[in-house]
Nanobody, 126 residues
Framework: QVQLVESGGGLVQAGGSLRLSCAAS????????KAWFRQGPGKEREFVAT????????EYADSVKGRFTISRDNAKSIVYLQMNSLKPEDTAVYYC???????????????????WGQGTQVTVSS
């Protein structure tokens, strides 16, 4: 099992940037698929980005492609989400997730993730 703690959320104006971090503890972190999901007000949780265990493969939701970048530092057991050109519709609680069942490959489906952080709030003002 992996314990996950997100940080870096906050209030930012539209067009601004934020970098979220997800610190992990627990064994075998480097072999886990990692992802970011988000849940906006009155919405269901949705996929944002995912990264393979080695960091070579990434996938993004269409709504964030070209604006967000997911990366990972296995030596530090941290996953990042760099968010640029933020829009009010990006306002949400952002969750970090880890999956061992996906065998290190990228994965968009939330049910494949067994370990979740507590979430960090991102608010984008217009």
């Amino acid at each position: 099992q992996v314990q996950l703690v997100e940080s870096g959320g906050g209030l930012v104006q539209a067009g601004g940037s934020l970098r979220l971090s997800c610190a992990a503890s627990g064994r075998s972190f480097r072999y886990y698929t990692k992802a970011w999901f988000r849940q906006g007000p009155g919405k269901e949780r949705e996929f944002v980005a995912t990264i393979s265990w080695g960091g070579d493969d990434t996938e993004y939701a269409d709504s964030v492609k070209g604006r967000f970048t997911i990366s990972r530092d296995n030596a530090k057991s941290i996953v990042y989400l760099q968010m640029n050109s933020l829009k009010p519709e990006d306002t949400a609680v952002y969750y970090c997730a880890a999956s061992a069942r996906s065998r290190g490959a990228t994965m968009r489906i939330s049910s494949w993730y067994d370990d979740w952080g507590q979430g960090t709030q991102v608010t984008v003002s217009s």
